[in-house]
């Protein structure tokens, strides 16, 4: 079966700094690939998908994510990251040939400090 | 432009009592339609998804049922409320092809 894994319940950055917003997954065959964004007593907002194609996926608000193969990885980063950006993050996984669903990983809640 | 709409936002209703939440998706046709939970702001639970009208596929055996009577509506009920049926639901919709979800604003419900 399909799985996520977001290791980090919480990541602390600096305003303007680099993050990175990490995720592993498990599927049986090539795998579909989704972050999301959510802000308190919101919807998931989508923000980047891999499909197939370049191993580096670019996306809403200036976040970009990297497909890693070998690794199993889809890590979710940003240049520059500003107090807007603190949220919820989710990362999901649909297997190729699978159903129609999405598997979600636990979240992980970045902070972003001025 | 596709568009989704979930009601009610909140819910507050006592244990024992019946629950209807409504999702409607409107600039699509035949969607893939979900129901999630997210408990204490956390992890998501697929409850429920539907591949077209009468569809419904459940995911978890729980105190819910989902019904899908047109093509792009979808209902979450319940005959007899539970406190743990507690929880924010998210009503989302894909596209066959891509699975990529879109999600409603979420109806958060509480049971006392």
């Known amino acids: 079966a399909q799985s996520v894994a977001q290791p980090e319940d919480q990541v602390n950055v600096a305003e303007g700094n680099p993050l990175t917003v990490k995720c592993t997954y498990s599927v049986s065959g090539n795998p579909y690939l989704f972050w999301y964004v959510q802000y308190p007593n919101r919807g998931l907002q989508f923000l980047l998908k891999y499909i197939t194609g370049d191993n580096l996926v670019k996306g809403s608000y200036g976040f970009e994510a990297e497909f890693n193969k070998s690794q199993t990885s889809f890590h979710l980063k940003k240049p520059s990251a500003l107090v807007s950006d603190s949220a919820l993050y989710f990362c999901a996984v649909r297997e190729y040939t699978g159903l129609q669903k999405l598997v979600f990983g636990t979240g992980t809640r970045l902070l972003v400090s001025p | 432009s596709q568009t989704i709409h979930q009601w009610p936002a909140t819910l507050v209703q006592p244990v024992g009592s019946p629950l209807s939440l409504e999702c409607t998706v409107e600039g699509t046709s035949n969607p893939n339609l979900y129901w999630y939970r997210q408990a204490a702001g956390r992890g998501l639970q697929l409850l429920f998804y539907s591949v077209g009208i009468g569809q419904i596929s459940s995911e978890v055996p729980q105190n819910l049922s989902a019904s899908r009577p047109q093509d792009r509506q979808f209902i979450l009920s319940s005959k007899k409320l539970l406190l743990s049926d507690s929880g924010f639901y998210l009503c989302?919709?894909?596209?066959?092809?891509?699975?990529?979800?879109?999600f409603g604003e979420g109806s958060r419900l509480t049971v006392l």
């Open positions: 989302a919709w894909s596209e066959t092809n891509t699975g990529e979800l879109f």
